[in-house]
């Protein structure tokens, strides 16, 4: 487990003292997960915060017509969960599933609260975390997925050439929404 990088990264966003990193790394357990393996399924309830130490993770719901529809791609040194479903303490309405064999640092969701309570600094880290990834960067996403077009999308997925070079061309017509003739269509518009 590379508890340095974890560390790291919680501290990007409120540096946390000794004793409240070794409280937290003492919850902490490593797990690998197999590609198309899923760390979540939905109507579980989610029971780990994760970090992603290496690979990619996908995060998705099926429609009524049983199509997979991607909402957001983590990259390693993610921090990645239910959200919303640890929150309001109901099952996940998503899948959380490796889309690349993965390592990760797991934390179970009820010690990981308990420390928040605890740490004063462990909870600020969680507010900048939140404030930040589920405010701050999700509010363009969400204004993005209403009025963008999935070729606007789709240029937009290509800023981040190392994540679109990982995906599957079904993983990113699932997250324009589209279908993978229309995703064709668009590359060829934009070649």
Same mark, same amino acid.
């Given at each position: 487990?590379?508890?340095?990088?974890?560390?790291?990264?919680?501290?990007?966003?409120?540096?946390?003292?000794?004793? &409240?990193?070794?409280?937290? %790394?003492?919850?902490?357990?490593?797990?690998?997960?197999?590609?198309?393996?899923?760390?979540?399924? #939905?109507? #579980?309830?989610?029971?780990?915060?994760?970090?992603?130490?290496?690979? %990619?993770?996908?995060?998705?719901?099926?429609?009524?017509?049983?199509?997979?529809?991607?909402?957001?791609?983590?990259?390693?040194?993610?921090?990645?969960?239910?959200?919303? *479903?640890?929150?309001?303490?109901?099952?996940?309405?998503?899948?959380?599933? *490796? +889309?690349?064999?993965?390592?990760?640092?797991?934390?179970?969701?009820?010690?990981?609260?308990?420390? %928040?309570?605890?740490?004063?600094?462990?909870? +600020?880290?969680?507010?900048?975390?939140?404030?930040?990834?589920?405010?701050?960067?999700? !509010?363009?996403? !969400?204004? #993005?997925?209403?009025?963008?077009?999935?070729?606007?999308?789709?240029?937009?997925?290509?800023?981040?050439?190392? %994540?679109?070079?990982?995906?599957?061309?079904?993983?990113?017509?699932?997250?324009?929404?589209?279908?993978? &003739?229309?995703?064709?269509?668009?590359?060829?518009?934009?070649?």
């Amino acid at each position: 487990m590379n508890k340095s990088i974890f560390l790291e990264q919680i501290n990007q966003y409120y540096s946390l003292s000794g004793e &409240t990193a070794a409280a937290l %790394l003492d919850i902490c357990t490593e797990k690998q997960y197999h590609k198309n393996e899923l760390l979540l399924e #939905s109507g #579980s309830m989610a029971r780990y915060y994760y970090f992603l130490q290496s690979g %990619l993770i996908g995060y998705y719901t099926i429609d009524e017509q049983g199509d997979y529809i991607y909402k957001i791609f983590f990259e390693e040194n993610s921090f990645v969960a239910s959200t919303a *479903a640890i929150i309001k303490n109901e099952p996940s309405d998503f899948n959380i599933i *490796a +889309l690349e064999d993965c390592s990760v640092i797991q934390y179970p969701v009820k010690a990981y609260r308990e420390l %928040l309570e605890k740490h004063h600094d462990l909870a +600020l880290f969680h507010i900048h975390y939140l404030e930040k990834n589920w405010v701050v960067k999700k !509010e363009p996403l !969400e204004v #993005s997925l209403k009025y963008e077009t999935a070729k606007k999308r789709y240029l937009q997925l290509l800023e981040n050439k190392p %994540l679109h070079n990982r995906l599957k061309q079904h993983h990113i017509a699932s997250y324009l929404g589209v279908t993978p &003739t229309q995703l064709s269509r668009i590359k060829k518009e934009i070649n």
